[in-house]
């Protein structure tokens, strides 16, 4: 059964919300974000070879993503990654790579999972996505995976309990993005409530079944796709012609939540999205005044690169061979790069939004 195992590891977006250490030309998934010595990519294929065939493991990028991947990924097989032309969002993605794997196996069982999490206890993870592949395999269900929340985050969606369908296995009742607090704190108290880890699981072809009821759109495009592969058409101008005609549509918003074959899994392995600096902060070793420094030094206790005096609750992360000082500053992002210094409140996303489009802007008007 477990031949019929697949992980599409989801490696193409930009990653703006950990700006200015991520960017377009070096997203935050080649990036050692947590200065552990690999890349998040990198450690999410680790994560997933431990109980997954790594012929059977999937990265799916972006075209101007395909060098830096296979250098990061030597061990990956050159038709295990597959590059998408342009950004169409999830769907696009997952229904390509649905087809790709059922062409191959048409008994697949297909694992979703993005590149930039952290998982804590990954014996229970193995444990769980096992118990997910052999739920999916069984049941022409959607399956995604939620965590207990331990506080009231704003910047995670929810995914609301219904029935319970098996052990520790419910239908979803509701999808909700990223609610304001009170309304997180809400969620929280009816229990109700778990943390979209953004994982799923499913049947390749109970997908490919399910999205034709949810877009005329999509349907077509699907079609179309199948019916020239069939043919032998070349593979790359086909994709390129799809993804031009393809919606913007996000899995859970496009999919999802449109139809009732949906479940939720709750599980308890230790998760963390590394979406933000906030994210970042709270999920690493702090020092004595409730700091986190990424700076990169030999040894930081005895050749510190930062100096801080009278400052807490901050992050801050510098480039190798950079000292700073810093005094009197608390709650702060001081993230440096070679070539951009940004220094604002660390979960202050809307002033980091606006300064990426603002330094977009000046690039724009002095290329």
């Known amino acids: 059964m477990q031949n019929n195992y697949y ?3 989801l490696a193409g977006g930009i990653g703006t919300r950990l700006w200015p250490a991520s960017r ?10 947590l200065g552990t010595g690999e890349t998040l990519l990198q450690a999410t294929y680790k994560r997933y070879a431990k109980f997954i065939d790594k012929e059977n493991i999937i990265v799916m990028s972006n075209e101007r993503y395909k060098d830096i991947t296979m250098q990061q990924l030597p061990q990956l097989p050159t038709g295990n990654l597959l590059l998408e032309p342009m950004r ?16 191959i196996n048409p008994d697949a069982v297909m ?8 998982i804590t206890d990954e014996s229970t993870f193995e444990h769980d996505m096992l118990n997910g592949f052999e739920y999916v395999a069984h049941n022409q269900r959607l399956l995604t995976v939620g965590v207990t929340p331990s506080h009231p985050e704003t910047q995670f969606g929810y995914i609301q309990m219904n029935e319970q369908r098996a052990d ?3 239908q979803v009742k509701s999808f909700t993005e990223k609610p304001e607090e009170e309304f997180a704190k809400m969620f929280i108290e009816s229990k109700e409530f778990l943390w979209n880890t953004g994982l799923f699981l499913w049947s390749a072809r109970t997908f490919l079944e399910t999205i034709q009821h949810v877009s005329s759109e999509v349907t077509d495009i699907l079609q179309r796709v199948q019916a020239m592969l ?3 058409d070349d593979i790359p101008t086909l994709i390129q012609q799809a993804f031009s005609i393809c919606p913007n549509i996000p899995l859970e918003t ?3 939540e449109k139809v009732d074959n949906v479940d939720v ?8 999205d590394l979406g933000t600096w906030i994210q970042v902060f709270n999920i690493m070793q702090k020092t004595a005044d409730d700091n986190v420094v990424l700076s990169p030094t030999e040894d930081a206790e005895t050749n510190p690169s930062t100096f801080l005096y009278d400052t807490s609750d901050c992050i801050i992360k510098l480039p190798k061979g950079k000292i700073a000082s810093i005094k009197d500053l608390h709650g702060y992002a001081v993230i440096d790069t070679p070539d951009i210094l940004m220094i604002c409140r660390k979960d202050d996303q809307q002033s980091i939004r606006n300064f990426v489009n603002d330094v977009t802007l000046r690039t724009q008007q002095n290329s």
Do not use: E, Y
């Not at 694992?111 to 952290?118: E, F, G, H, N, V």
């Open 88 to 103: 169409r969002n999830t769907v696009p993605s997952v229904v390509w790579a649905a087809i790709h794997i059922t062409r």
């Open 7 to 9: 992980c599409i590891i």
């Open 168 to 170: 520790n296995i419910f």
């Open 265 to 272: 899994m709750q599980c308890q392995f230790g998760w963390s």
């Open 111 to 118: 694992l979703i999972t993005p590149a930039d999490q952290l």
């Open 24 to 33: 377009q030309q070096m997203p935050k998934q080649f990036l050692d974000i």
């Open 230 to 232: 069939s043919v032998g």
């Open 254 to 256: 496009g999919v999802l």
